[in-house]
């Protein structure tokens, strides 16, 4: 069982160029998110997804876009990459939004913008 | 909306020996779960130990034990007799009802050193 998978794994890009981060997953869960991991800050939520054709706004959304087409696929995009938006991408799932309901993270992307 | 400190950027502890990573967090909800996530260098998430706000009784997993004081909004985690595998990034998270959609409210993070 793969659980939530990420790709690319690793990217650089130079400032300007776009790109897009792909989530999948094979668990049937409704609930999809997209967080930024940046030293000393933890991890902060940028778009989330409640189901199949639906998108929301998180904490940190600027510059970035997202899109569920497929209730199992995730993906964010960078239409126009900035230095700031260097991080580690990760993706996360959940069958529900009972808080209880641990969410299944992918591996991370680590993304770097020259 | 609902904050999550952790306020100890670094911690080291001796193989064997227990260490306690400290967090406070802020909500104005009654139901919600508070986790300890675990990253090492893989850099995966792993869900180590759980915390439901009504329970009174403190989550224990193996080594792992955690320290919840409601009314001081104050969630701990002990890890005891510590094993270099140990060794990682820990992150304090926050979920809760209402119309937060499930997310997380994550520290800041506490990177543990665990010496031989």
């Known amino acids: 069982n793969a659980g939530v998978t990420q790709t690319p794994k690793f990217r650089v890009l130079k400032t300007g160029q776009s790109m897009t981060l792909l989530c999948a997953q094979d668990m049937n869960h409704e609930y999809m998110y997209w967080y930024r991991q940046d030293p000393g800050m933890g991890l902060r939520l940028i778009h989330y997804?409640?189901?199949?054709?639906?998108?929301a706004k998180g904490e940190v959304p600027d510059g970035y876009n997202v899109s569920r087409l497929k209730k199992q696929n995730f993906l964010l995009g960078l239409e126009s990459a900035a230095p700031s938006q260097t991080s580690v991408y990760f993706c996360?799932?959940?069958?529900?939004?009972?808080?209880?309901?641990?969410?299944?993270f992918g591996d991370g992307t680590r993304l770097s913008i020259l | 909306a609902q904050t999550v400190t952790q306020s100890q950027p670094e911690m080291s502890v001796q193989e064997a020996e227990t260490v306690t990573l400290s967090c406070t967090y802020d909500t104005s909800e009654s139901d919600y779960y508070l986790f300890w996530y675990k990253q090492p260098p893989s850099r995966q998430m792993i869900l180590v130990i759980r915390?439901?706000?009504?329970?009174?009784q403190n989550a224990t997993e193996n080594r792992f034990s955690v320290n919840f004081q409601k009314a001081a909004k104050s969630f701990s985690l002990k890890i005891s007799d510590s094993q270099l595998g140990d060794a990682a990034m820990y992150f304090c998270?926050?979920?809760?009802?209402?119309?937060?959609?499930?997310?997380?409210?994550f520290g800041q993070g506490t990177i543990l050193t665990v010496h031989p």
């Open positions: 996360a799932s959940s069958y529900s939004i009972f808080p209880g309901q641990p969410q299944h």
């Open positions: 997804s409640v189901g199949e054709g639906t998108t």
């Open positions: 998270a926050y979920r809760g009802g209402g119309t937060s959609y499930g997310k997380l409210t």
């Open positions: 915390q439901e706000a009504y329970k009174q």
